[in-house]
Nanobody, 124 residues
Framework: QVYLVESGGGLVPYGGSLTLSCAAS????????LGWFRHTPGKEREFVAA????????YYADSVKGRFTFSSNNAKNTVYLQMNSLKPEDTAVYYC?????????????????WGQGTQVTVSS
């Protein structure tokens, strides 16, 4: 069992920056990839970014590429999503998730564990 807790959400102005954190606990020694997703009422859950531990690579959705940065601190079992140049369309609840897979990480069905989410609101 892996437990995930997101933090760092809040209200930011257009063009602002915000960093989200996702702390993992439990059986993290099993080896999991981590992903970020977001959800806005009335829309489907959207892939944001993912880090594959086994493949040692990071990839992003086109909508956030160049603006968001996925990083990790393995000693703290924590991953981060640095968000820059934020737009109102980035407003959503952001979730981190853990997957036992090294591939297919754009698909939410590959993730076994999910956090409770943190709200990000970008004003106009």
């Amino acid at each position: 069992q892996v437990y995930l807790v997101e933090s760092g959400g809040g209200l930011v102005p257009y063009g602002g920056s915000l960093t989200l954190s996702c702390a993992a606990s439990g059986r993290t020694d099993s080896g999991y990839s981590l992903g970020w997703f977001r959800h806005t009422p009335g829309k489907e859950r959207e892939f944001v970014a993912a880090m594959s531990w086994a493949g040692n690579y990071i990839y992003y959705a086109d909508s956030v590429k160049g603006r968001f940065t996925f990083s990790s601190n393995n000693a703290k079992n924590t991953v981060y999503l640095q968000m820059n140049s934020l737009k109102p369309e980035d407003t959503a609840v952001y979730y981190c998730a853990a997957s036992p897979r090294a591939g297919g990480l754009e698909d939410g069905s590959t993730y076994r564990y999910w956090g409770q989410g943190t709200q990000v609101t970008v004003s106009s």
